[in-house]
C-alpha cells in the first residue's frame, strides 16, 4: 500500500492481498518511492525520516526519472511537470522590482554519477553553469568525443527525417504508403521505449543504411521500370505508325537480292512504292554512288521543294509508301535490313518539332519521319519526371547517316529503343516486356512498402530521438565545462543559481544519487554570494574570474512583454532597478495620451481581446503562425493595456472618431453675444464638448495637451531620478547618492520642477475674476534664465516670485559643479586613504616607523613588499581617476543639456495627439460627412443616389480609419512611446548592460531547437 499525502509521504510496500506488486517489480517501486521522498523533503525543509524507509533497501535497478529526455512511454500515466511550470511557481524572494539575488556554488560530482547529476540539472532548469576550461579549444575537451558521436547521430537523424518529409509529401501521391503526420518534428509528446544512447546509436546507424540502400535500390528498379514502361509505349505506337502506312497495289513486289545499276529495276522498285527514282536514290538505295536529290540539285527551279517543310510535305506521300519497307514481303523476307536502317525511340512532345527540324538539316532531307504521340504522360527514364512523349520512328540509310541520326536524337534528350522489323519479333518482345515491367512494380511495390513500415516506426519515434540527442549533446558540453580535480578523484563544477531554486537544485543532485545507486548524493557548497560578484572565493573559473552575476526575473504574462521591451534595450544588472514595471504602466498611458480616441482604443481593446480570449487554441497553434501573426500575438496583453490608456484618454480629450460627445451636459449656454459658462458648474470629466467647434477651440486645445506633456513629463524624469536614489541606497553607494542623484534632484526640481508649479498656479487661477490678463509661461522661463531675480510686468504669479525664482536660479547654477567636481575629489580621497598615506604625512616619520619595526624583521620586509606592490598599482589607479574625471564631465554635461531637451521631447504627446485628432476629423467630416452624408441631404437625392453615396463613404472612411489611423498612426505612437522610455527615461538611473540568467534547461534547449528548425 501506497499512502501520499500533501505534508508527508509514507510507504508501505506489502507482499500479500490482490493489489499486491510481483516480486520483480519490488526493487523499481522502493527505489521510485525513495526518490519521491528525498524531492518530498528537500522541498518541504524537513529532516530525514528514516524510520520509515527501514524496509526499503537500495536496489541496483536504475529507475528512469527523465521522460522528456529519454522519450519516457507514452502510456496514459501523468508525466512530470515541466521544468519551466516549476521553474515559475516555486516560491522564493522574486521581486519584479529587483533581480531575484543568485549565488554561486560549487559542485563535487563522481564520475559515475556526473551524467546523471547533469540530466537532473538539466530537467530541473535551475543552474547556469560557468566555463571551468576557457582557455581550452575544442579539441582539448575532456568530452568532445561525446559531442563527436551525438553530432553524426544527428546528421543520421536528419537524413531520416528527409525520408519522413519526403514520405509525408507523396502520400496524396500514387505512391505513398507512409503513414501521415510522419514529418512533424515537434511533437507534443515523445514516446517510445527507453533505450540506451548506444543501442540508439545502432538503431539509427542501422535504419540511415538501410534507407540509403533501399534509396539505391528504388533508383535502379524505377530507372529499370521507366525503361520498360517507354519501350512497351514505342513498340505499341511503332507498330501502330507501322500499320498506318497505306500499302501499294499497283506492283507486286518481289524479293531483291542485290540493287542493280540505274535503269529499268530500279525504276521498277520506285514504281511498286509509287517513289521517282530521286527519291529511292535520296534514301540510299540506289546503285552506289548514285547522288541524291539534294546533293546533286536536281531538283531545278519551281520544280522541287526548297525549304525543309516543302521538302517533308513533298515526300510525304513518300513516307507513307516505304513505310511498306519495315514489313515483310511476301516470301518472310524484308529491305530494312540491308541497306535501310531505323532509328526509333521517345521524344519529349513539346521537342518534337525541333527534333523533325534538326534530322532534316543534318541528314539534308534524305530521311523518312513518322511519329505519334504517347496517350498518357509517362515517367521519363532520364530525369524521372512524369512528361508528355511522343514516339518516333526514323528510316535512313545504314552507316554514317544512321549514326549521326542517332546522335542529334542523343543530344535532344530522346531515348532510343531498337525496333524490330519482324511483327512476330515485336509481339513476343512487348509481351516479355510487359512481363517484366509486372515483376520490377511488384518488387518496387514490395521494398517501398517495407520501407514505409521503417519509416512508420522511425515517425513514431522521431521526436523522442531528436529530444534525446539534443540533450544528450547538451549534457556533453556541459560536462567539457567541468573540471577534473585529479587529487580527489571527481569532477567540480561551478554555476549561477537563484536563491529560490537552491532547494531544487539540491533535490536534482539528491535524484541523481539514488539513480547510480550511491548513499552519499553529489554535493555543493555555496560561496559567499557578496565575493561571487568578484568571481567568487575559492572559484575555479580562471578568466572568467570578475565576470558579472546574471539577472534572474520571472514575469508574470502580463509584465513579460514589457520586460522584452527593457531586455531590447539592455538587460538589468543583477544589484539594478527593473524599469519593467514602471513601463507596464508608463508606456501604455504615454501611448494612450497620443492615441487618444475612444472609438479607436475600443477597437484596440477588441482587438487584443481577439488574442487573449482565445488563448489556449491559439497557443497550440503558436508554432504555426507566421512571424507578422506572432507580433500580436506575443503583444496581446501591450494592446490591451494601450485600448484601454486610449480609451481613458479619449475621454479626457471628449474625442471619438474626431467627433465630440456630451455626457454630462455642458457647462456653457448659448447668448445673444456668444456662449457663457455657468459660474457654479463644471463639466465632470474632460473637456467640455461646448469647445469643439469654437472658433478658438484649437488654441485652446494646444495649450491644454503642451502644458499637460510638460507635467507628464517631468513627472516620469523626477521617478528615474528617484529610481537612481533607489539604486544608490541599494548598493550603499553615498558617493553617487550625495554627488550624483542629490545635485541632479535639485537641478532638476529648481527649473522644471518650478515650471510644473507655474502651470497648476496658472490652471487654479481665475484670470476673468481678477480682471487681467494670464503671464506667458515661455516668458516666465526665458526670464528665469537671461534675468534672474525678475519678472515681466504681467508675469507675477505670487507675490515673492523674483526672490524665489532668484534663489531657485543659483540652486540650479550651483548644482553644476557639485555634479562636475565632487564625485572624482571623494573618489581621489578614497584611493588616497586606501593606499595608506595622503598629504599630509606623505613626506616623513619612515625613520622612526624602521626603528619601532625592528624587533620584527619579518614584519618589517612584508610591510615592505606591500609598499611596493601599492606603489606599482598607484599609476594604474591614478589613470582610473582621470578616467573618471573624464567620465563625469562627460555626464554633468549630457544630464544638463539634456534636461531641457528631455523635457522639450515629452512635447511630442502634444504633437502625435493633435495629428491623431485632425486626421480622424479630416476622415469624418471630409469623406463620411461630405462624400456620404451630405449627397443624402439634398431635397433632389434619390434612394440610389443616396445609397450608393453611402456606401462609397462609408467604406472609404473605414479604410482609410484602418489603414491610416489604426495602423500607421498606432506604430508611430509605440515608437514615440518606446523612444520616451529608452532615452528620456532610462537614461536617468538605467546602465543596462547586466547579462540574463541563461539556466541549463532542456526544456529551453528544445524550444531553441524547434524554433531554428521552423
Excluded at 469647445?691 to 528615474?720: C, D, E, R
Amino acid at each position: 500500500e501506497i499512502y501520499l499525502g500533501q505534508t508527508r509521504t509514507v510507504a508501505r510496500v506489502g507482499a500479500e492481498g490482490p493489489g499486491a506488486l510481483p516480486s520483480r517489480c519490488l526493487p523499481v517501486t522502493r527505489r521510485w518511492l525513495r526518490s519521491k521522498l528525498a524531492t518530498s523533503r528537500v522541498a518541504r525543509g524537513k529532516k530525514d525520516d528514516d524510520a520509515e524507509l527501514e524496509s526499503l533497501s537500495p536496489a541496483d535497478t536504475r529507475r528512469t526519472l527523465l521522460p522528456l529526455v529519454r522519450g519516457g512511454g507514452g502510456g496514459g500515466g501523468e508525466g512530470r511537470r515541466p521544468a519551466a511550470a516549476a521553474f515559475s511557481t516555486q516560491g522564493g524572494s522574486s521581486s519584479l522590482f529587483r533581480s531575484e539575488p543568485v549565488v554561486l556554488v560549487q559542485l563535487y560530482l563522481q564520475a559515475e554519477v556526473a551524467h546523471a547529476a547533469l540530466e537532473e540539472l538539466g530537467e530541473a532548469g535551475t543552474l547556469e553553469f560557468r566555463d571551468l576550461n576557457v582557455g581550452a579549444t575544442a579539441i582539448q575537451r575532456p568530452y568532445v568525443q561525446q559531442v563527436r558521436v551525438c553530432e553524426a547521430m544527428q546528421q543520421q537523424l536528419r537524413f531520416v527525417s528527409m525520408h519522413l518529409r519526403n514520405a509525408a509529401g507523396s502520400e496524396s501521391g500514387s505512391q505513398g504508403g507512409t503513414p501521415a503526420g510522419l514529418s512533424g518534428i515537434r511533437g507534443s509528446g515523445v514516446g517510445g521505449r527507453q533505450i540506451s544512447l548506444s543501442e540508439l546509436s545502432h538503431e539509427l546507424a542501422d535504419l540511415a543504411a538501410e534507407l540509403k540502400e533501399g534509396d539505391g535500390h528504388e533508383a535502379a528498379l524505377s530507372a529499370d521500370l521507366a525503361k520498360l514502361h517507354e519501350m512497351g509505349a514505342m513498340l505499341r505506337h511503332g507498330a501502330r505508325l507501322i500499320s498506318a502506312a497505306p500499302k501499294s497495289t499497283a506492283y507486286s513486289i518481289e524479293p531483291i537480292t542485290d540493287f542493280p545499276a540505274r535503269g529499268r529495276s530500279c525504276h521498277r522498285l520506285a514504281d511498286a512504292f509509287g517513289l521517282p527514282d530521286v527519291e529511292m536514290g535520296a534514301l540510299g538505295v540506289g546503285p552506289p554512288g548514285a547522288a541524291s536529290s539534294v546533293e546533286s540539285g536536281r531538283y531545278g527551279k519551281g520544280s522541287g521543294p526548297s525549304t525543309p517543310t516543302d521538302s517533308l510535305r513533298h515526300r510525304a506521300n513518300a513516307a507513307d509508301a516505304a513505310a511498306e519497307l519495315l514489313r515483310e514481303n511476301g516470301d518472310g523476307t524484308s529491305l530494312s535490313g540491308r541497306h535501310l536502317g531505323t532509328v526509333s525511340g521517345l521524344v519529349a512532345r513539346h521537342k518534337l518539332p525541333g527534333l523533325e527540324r534538326m534530322l532534316f538539316r543534318a541528314l539534308r532531307g534524305n530521311l523518312l519521319f513518322r511519329a505519334s504521340s504517347v496517350d498518357a504522360p509517362i515517367v521519363c527514364a532520364i530525369t524521372g519526371e512524369v512528361t508528355s512523349k511522343a514516339v518516333f520512328v526514323l528510316l535512313v540509310a545504314q552507316g554514317r547517316s544512321r549514326d549521326k541520326a542517332a546522335a542529334v536524337c542523343d543530344a535532344l534528350g530522346a531515348t532510343r529503343y531498337a525496333f524490330p522489323p519482324d511483327e512476330g519479333e515485336r509481339r513476343a518482345l512487348l509481351h516479355d516486356v510487359t512481363v517484366r515491367a509486372a515483376d520490377v512494380a511488384r518488387v518496387l511495390d514490395a521494398m517501398r512498402a517495407r520501407r514505409g513500415a521503417a519509416l512508420a516506426r522511425a515517425g513514431r519515434e522521431a521526436p523522442a530521438w531528436r529530444a534525446r540527442l539534443l540533450c544528450e549533446k547538451a549534457v556533453a558540453h556541459a560536462l567539457n565545462c567541468l573540471h577534473y580535480e585529479s587529487s580527489r578523484k571527481c569532477l567540480l563544477g561551478e554555476g549561477w543559481v537563484p536563491v529560490s531554486r537552491l532547494d531544487a537544485t539540491r533535490a536534482a543532485l539528491r535524484r541523481a544519487g539514488i539513480r547510480a545507486g550511491l548513499h552519499a548524493p553529489p554535493y555543493m557548497h555555496i560561496v559567499d554570494s557578496e565575493a561571487s560578484g568578484n568571481g567568487g572565493f575559492g572559484s575555479l573559473g580562471g578568466e572568467s574570474a570578475g565576470e558579472k552575476r546574471p539577472s534572474f526575473f520571472a514575469p508574470s504574462a502580463l509584465i513579460a512583454p514589457f520586460q522584452a521591451i527593457v531586455d531590447a534595450y539592455g538587460v538589468p544588472r543583477a544589484d539594478e532597478l527593473n524599469p519593467a514595471p514602471f513601463v507596464a504602466v508608463t508606456f501604455p498611458f504615454f501611448f494612450g495620451l497620443m492615441f487618444g480616441d475612444v472609438g479607436h482604443g475600443l477597437l484596440l481593446i477588441v482587438f487584443a481581446l481577439s488574442y487573449i480570449l482565445r488563448e489556449r487554441s491559439l497557443k497550440k497553434r503558436e508554432a504555426q503562425m507566421s512571424e507578422i501573426e506572432q507580433y500580436p500575438w506575443h503583444g496581446r496583453y501591450v494592446m490591451l493595456l494601450m485600448g484601454i490608456f486610449a480609451t481613458y484618454a479619449g475621454f479626457l480629450y471628449n474625442d471619438a472618431f474626431g467627433v465630440s460627445f456630451d455626457l454630462f451636459g455642458s457647462a456653457w449656454h448659448p447668448t445673444p453675444h456668444g456662449s457663457r459658462k455657468d459660474p457654479f458648474r463644471t463639466y465632470p470629466f474632460g473637456l467640455d464638448p461646448a469647445w469643439h467647434g469654437s472658433p478658438n477651440q484649437l488654441s485652446f486645445v494646444n495649450s491644454y495637451k503642451m502644458k499637460l506633456s510638460i507635467v507628464f513629463g517631468v513627472a516620469q524624469m523626477t521617478l528615474g531620478i528617484a529610481c537612481s536614489f533607489s539604486n544608490a541606497l541599494h548598493r550603499r553607494n553615498w558617493v553617487d547618492f550625495w554627488c550624483e542623484c542629490v545635485p541632479q534632484m535639485l537641478f532638476l526640481m529648481s527649473i522644471f520642477g518650478y515650471l510644473v508649479f507655474t502651470i497648476f498656479l496658472k490652471w487654479s487661477t481665475d484670470w476673468v475674476a481678477e480682471a487681467r490678463r494670464p503671464p506667458s509661461l515661455i516668458t516666465l522661463l526665458i526670464k528665469f534664465f537671461m534675468e534672474p531675480g525678475t519678472t515681466p510686468d504681467d508675469g507675477e504669479l505670487f507675490s515673492g516670485q523674483a526672490r524665489v525664482q532668484l534663489l531657485l536660479a543659483g540652486i540650479a547654477f550651483m548644482t553644476v559643479p557639485w555634479m562636475l567636481v565632487a564625485k572624482p575629489y571623494v573618489k581621489s580621497r578614497q584611493l588616497a586613504t586606501k593606499r595608506g598615506y595622503n598629504d599630509d604625512d606623505r613626506g616623513g616619520n619612515t625613520g622612526t616607523r624602521l626603528l619601532d619595526d625592528v624587533s620584527n624583521p619579518g614584519d618589517l620586509l612584508d610591510d615592505q613588499k606591500n609598499e611596493k606592490g601599492d606603489h606599482s598599482g598607484g599609476h594604474d589607479e591614478e589613470e582610473d581617476i582621470v578616467e573618471l574625471a573624464v567620465h563625469q564631465i562627460i555626464h554633468t554635461i549630457e544630464f544638463v543639456l539634456g534636461a531641457v531637451s528631455n523635457t522639450a521631447s515629452y512635447l511630442r504627446l502634444w504633437a502625435l495627439s493633435l495629428a491623431h485628432n485632425q486626421l480622424s476629423v479630416v476622415f469624418w467630416t471630409k469623406v463620411f460627412v461630405e462624400m456620404g452624408l451630405q449627397p443624402c441631404a439634398k431635397k433632389d437625392a434619390g434612394a440610389v443616389v443616396c445609397g450608393v453615396s453611402l456606401v462609397f463613404a462609408t467604406t472609404t472612411w473605414c479604410a482609410l480609419t484602418v489603414v491610416v489611423l489604426m495602423c500607421m498612426e498606432l506604430l508611430s505612437a509605440f515608437l514615440h512611446a518606446l523612444r520616451l522610455h529608452w532615452v528620456e527615461f532610462q537614461n536617468k538611473f538605467y546602465k543596462g548592460d547586466g547579462r540574463p540568467f541563461r539556466p541549463f534547461s532542456f526544456q529551453q534547449i528544445l524550444a531553441d531547437a524547434a524554433d531554428s528548425a521552423e
